[in-house]
């Protein structure tokens, strides 16, 4: 037993690599995207810390080259569910009793071993199977994992510290438990860093987690997986299955020792979750945490004092970057009459320049989208545009090619309704609805921003008045849990803009805050009385 107290301090984000022509990292990359692509990776479960394979396969392919067979991953169902809870279960004991300065020691380890050894082998196996370009793998599967596991060791180190009042005589404090249980991890397709994050969150303050990732992102967080176990991960702690979203929930849900969900994905999903959890409460040994971000309908608002380069640039960036497919990213812009033919020609201008393909090909700024389903979707949004008679129209964009990859142009959508459907259902790709407002009706408009959508993610709102960015700050208020003043509504950066939103978008619980880790402890408070009273009578009890 240790006498020490041990405190991680604060540290820096991690730098974001260029990948210049030229450059020692922009060579090493594209080694790595070779060799990751010259093998065809047979990807198992990591279950109790062993690999384990069904033998019942599902093929991945790139999304940009759909003719290149990345590999198969072994397919669970519900008997590798049961296994995983049961070795998550097994290793709980010993993990939860683990010192807080050993388990901290593991996932700084991971994230060292991530900033060196593995950035390129896991920036390739984003690219290869998400389908992102150079830059938009670095700063999400190697510097935003990065800062999750350093930030999140500093802010539990912070949390540990917190004690409360003893007066003298006694002793008060708090300990910060795991979870009486095991936690389900459920991670999305569209960034390698929230794959890592959703299930090491809940380990790193001593839970036990079972965790399901999408199957188009299973090739990076196998790779991540073996870090963990490389870094020192126990077995058990951390368990890796690829069943079906339903089998998960049946069995897990319906488990007694069942204590908490960290998910991403979609706002139906995790609202069946929700329910189904509210059905099972009498099944648990404790109340379940339930952790969730879902979608986004994401706004960018140009004030009538815009600047007209700066909106168009941020549009470009905030609606186009890996296709659109943020849950930050924008995807509805409200731009004033005064305003307008300037920034939609610039718009125009701009979308021509960006190029579209493969991602080895680190000049293409688009890439595809993640699968056909999406692309299908995409498309049938896009051609009833073509087909709306007026109420829509494209200024930019609007093609789609299916025959080598899932390719969808960046595409603009001219909105004369602010309600038309596409300025109010996520998409979740390349495809940006604007409307043009009256410029003296700005404040009218707030309203509509306001009230559009269901969800409340990101929202950005430009202008060079102060007192215009003040107004627009108060009226949309809830509208937005990232909110941008003259920047694009995508980017947050760990210990910078904690992430997360409210209404349909989620519980707001802050990932790269210590927020998002309260949720996964369970305080337990202790009073120690020095020397205990031996009478129970108060001094007013006494007689005049």
Same mark, same amino acid.
Request: charged share 20%; with cysteine.
């Given at each position: ?229 490389? &870094?020192?991960?126990? $077995?058990? @702690?951390? !368990? =890796? ?7 998960? /929930?049946?069995? %897990? ?52 004092? &815009?600047?007209?380069? $700066?909106? @168009?640039? !941020? =549009? ?7 296709? /659109?497919?943020? %849950? ?60 709306? !008679? ?8 609007? /093609? ?145």
């Amino acid at each position: 037993m240790h006498n020490g107290h041990f405190h991680y301090h604060q540290p820096v984000n991690e730098p974001v690599l260029s990948y210049a022509p030229g450059s020692r990292e922009r060579k090493a990359l594209q080694e790595a995207l070779k060799t990751l692509k010259s093998k065809t990776h047979d990807i198992p479960m990591y279950i109790g810390g062993q690999e384990v394979r069904s033998n019942k396969t599902f093929t991945l392919r790139a999304p940009h080259e759909t003719a290149h067979e990345i590999g198969q991953f072994h397919v669970s169902d519900r008997s590798h569910i049961n296994q995983a809870i049961e070795a998550a279960l097994a290793a709980r004991e010993r993990w939860a009793n683990t010192s807080w300065e050993h388990r901290a020691s593991i996932f700084m380890k991971a994230a060292e071993l991530l900033a060196t050894k593995y950035r390129f082998v896991m920036n390739a196996a984003t690219m290869l199977g998400q389908s992102k370009n150079a830059f938009q793998a670095e700063i999400d599967s190697a510097c935003e994992l990065i800062d999750f596991l350093r930030f999140n060791v500093h802010f539990l180190s912070n949390i540990y510290s917190e004690q409360p009042i003893s007066p003298q005589g006694f002793n008060n404090r708090i300990e910060y438990r795991p979870l009486e249980g095991f936690v389900v991890a459920i991670t999305p397709f569209n960034f390698t860093a929230i794959g890592g994050n959703l299930p090491t969150a809940p380990a790193m303050c001593g839970n036990v987690v079972v965790w399901k990732p999408a199957n188009t992102q299973v090739l990076a967080a196998s790779i991540f997986m073996q870090i963990l176990i490389e &870094a020192g991960l126990p $077995a058990g @702690v951390i !368990n =890796l299955i690829y069943p079906s979203g339903s089998e998960i /929930g049946d069995v %897990c849900f319906n488990h007694a020792d069942f204590s908490g969900i960290h998910f991403t994905g979609s706002t139906g999903v995790f609202q069946q979750i929700w329910s189904t959890i509210g059905a099972n409460i009498g099944k648990y040994k404790t109340y379940p945490r339930i952790v969730g971000e879902t979608g986004g309908k994401d706004f960018v608002f140009a004030h009538p004092t &815009a600047n007209a380069d $700066a909106v @168009v640039a !941020n =549009l470009v960036r905030g609606a186009f970057e890996y296709q /659109g497919q943020k %849950c930050s990213a924008a995807s509805r812009a409200y731009i004033p009459s005064n305003l307008a033919e300037e920034i939609k020609s610039k718009l125009i201008a701009e979308i021509k320049t960006l190029k579209m393909g493969p991602v080895d090909d680190f000049t293409n700024f688009v890439n595809a989208v993640i699968d056909e389903k999406s692309f299908d979707k995409l498309a049938s949004y896009i051609d009833n545009v073509k087909n709306s !008679n007026g109420a829509a129209k494209i200024i930019a964009g609007g /093609g789609y090619d299916k025959s080598k990859g899932w390719f969808i142009e960046p595409t603009v959508i001219e909105a004369s309704d602010p309600k038309y459907v596409t300025m109010c259902e996520e998409l979740f790709g390349p495809v940006l609805s604007l409307h043009v407002y009256e410029a003296d009706q700005w404040e009218a408009t707030l309203k509509v921003v306001d009230e559009t959508s269901p969800y409340a993610l990101t929202g950005a709102i430009f202008a060079q008045d102060r007192y215009a960015l003040e107004a627009m700050t108060q009226k949309l208020t809830n509208a937005a849990g990232n909110f941008y003043i003259n920047d694009k509504p995508t980017g947050a950066v760990v210990g910078q803009q904690p992430f997360g939103g409210a209404r349909a978008s989620g519980t707001n619980d802050k990932a790269g805050a210590p927020l998002n880790l309260y949720r996964w402890l369970s305080f337990r408070t202790i009073k120690e009385t020095y020397v205990p009273v031996t009478d129970y009578r108060y001094p007013f009890h006494q007689a005049d």
